[in-house]
T-cell receptor
Framework: NAGVTQTPKFQVLKTGQSMTLQCAQDMNHEYMSWYRQDPGMGLRLIHYSVGAGITDQGEVPNGYNVSRSTTEDFPLRLLSAAPSQTSVYFC?????????????FGEGSWLTVV | GNSVTQMEGPVTLSEEAFLTINCTYTATGYPSLFWYVQYPGEGLQLLLKATKADDKGSNKGFEATYRKETTSFHLEKGSVQVSDSAVYFCALSADISYNTDKLIFGTGTRLQVFP
């Protein structure tokens, strides 16, 4: 019952460093997405994917890249970290974004950029 | 566009008190509505959902009724426990036929329950 697995759970970066947040799901879901959670702003969509090989931008995509080479994996890359990217990041997946389908979330990745 | 508005927190209650967290929405078409809960240090978990007007979602003593006439989906619980302390997110998923493609969240309401 792994569900959605994110790594790492905690990370501290220096400004300008790069890193990748990993996300994997074992439910054979087509739709995967990344959100960031900031105080008073709820969850905001960064990027999403409707299937392997297909990605698109969400509400706040700047500074982030994604790829979807397999159905299971959806990594999020920060190419040059900035303090504004300090946040909690959640990966999510669902069978498909049809109204009513449940979205499953990972446990979150706490990122601090200094 | 679609949006979700939640009451600001924190909501502070004593154990066994009645809870209401307000949520209203704006959407085209016929969205599904969700409540997610986030316990400290954890990810979001689906608490309950309703997919059409007048549906009532319920789980773990929590209830919410999909009211299309008032565009609301208020979360209620008759008797809260300390273990209910968490952040609660109202969310909306619009019908894909309206070319929307994401789950929209409210800003979250923190609930603190004291013994």
């Amino acid at each position: 019952n792994a569900g959605v697995t994110q790594t790492p759970k905690f990370q501290v970066l220096k400004t300008g460093q790069s890193m990748t947040l990993q996300c994997a799901q074992d439910m054979n879901h087509e739709y995967m997405s990344w959100y960031r959670q900031d105080p008073g702003m709820g969850l905001r969509l960064i990027h999403y994917s409707v299937g392997a090989g297909i990605t698109d931008q969400g509400e706040v995509p700047n500074g982030y890249n994604v790829s979807r080479s397999t159905t299971e994996d959806f990594p999020l890359r920060l190419l040059s970290a900035a303090p504004s990217q300090t946040s909690v990041y959640f990966c999510a997946s669902t069978e498909g974004l049809i109204s009513g389908n449940t979205i499953y979330f990972g446990e979150g990745s706490w990122l601090t950029v200094v | 566009g679609n949006s979700v508005t939640q009451m600001e927190g924190p909501v502070t209650l004593s154990e066994e008190a009645f809870l209401t967290i307000n949520c209203t929405y704006t959407a085209t078409g016929y969205p599904s509505l969700f409540w997610y809960v986030q316990y400290p240090g954890e990810g979001l978990q689906l608490l309950l959902k309703a997919t059409k007007a007048d549906d009532k979602g319920s789980n773990k003593g929590f209830e919410a009724t999909y009211r299309k006439e008032t565009t609301s989906f208020h979360l209620e619980k008759g008797s809260v426990q300390v273990s209910d302390s968490a952040v609660y997110f109202c969310a909306l998923s619009a019908d894909i036929s309206y070319n929307t493609d994401k789950l929209i969240f409210g800003t979250g309401t923190r609930l603190q329950v004291f013994p």
